[in-house]
């Protein structure tokens, strides 16, 4: 399985960015992709997933501004980030899970002015 994420980059307070990942390679179903996160000096952390049958899981700081989608036909799941703030800046990784774990490359998010 490879997953192949995009869309981080440098966004003020306030903005949004949208993140993709495309899984590729055998995936089964049922499974659970989406998105996790690590910035500098701490541990990666759950940001949101979504399972194949659209079961939503959010942490606590992205509910309300976060939402997590995916697109089964494409195998490809979405984060949509708005109101970001700076302590959302991180490295967000894409995570697929199907019978074992599967990590993305990581895009790196930078929320400042």
């Known amino acids: 399985v490879q997953l192949q994420a995009s869309g981080g980059g440098l966004v003020q307070p306030g903005g949004s960015l949208r993140l993709s990942c495309a899984a590729s390679?055998?995936?089964?179903?049922?499974?659970?992709m989406g998105w996790y996160r690590q910035a500098p000096g701490k541990s990666r952390e759950l940001v949101a997933v979504i399972s194949s049958s659209g079961v939503l899981n959010y942490a606590e700081f992205a509910k309300g501004r976060f939402t997590v989608s995916r697109d089964n036909a494409k195998n490809t799941v979405y984060l949509q980030m708005n109101s970001l703030k700076p302590e959302d800046t991180a490295v967000y990784y894409c995570y697929l899970r199907t019978g074992q774990p599967n990590w993305g490359q990581g895009t790196q998010v930078t929320v400042s002015s």
């Open positions: 390679g055998s995936i089964f179903s049922p499974n659970l």
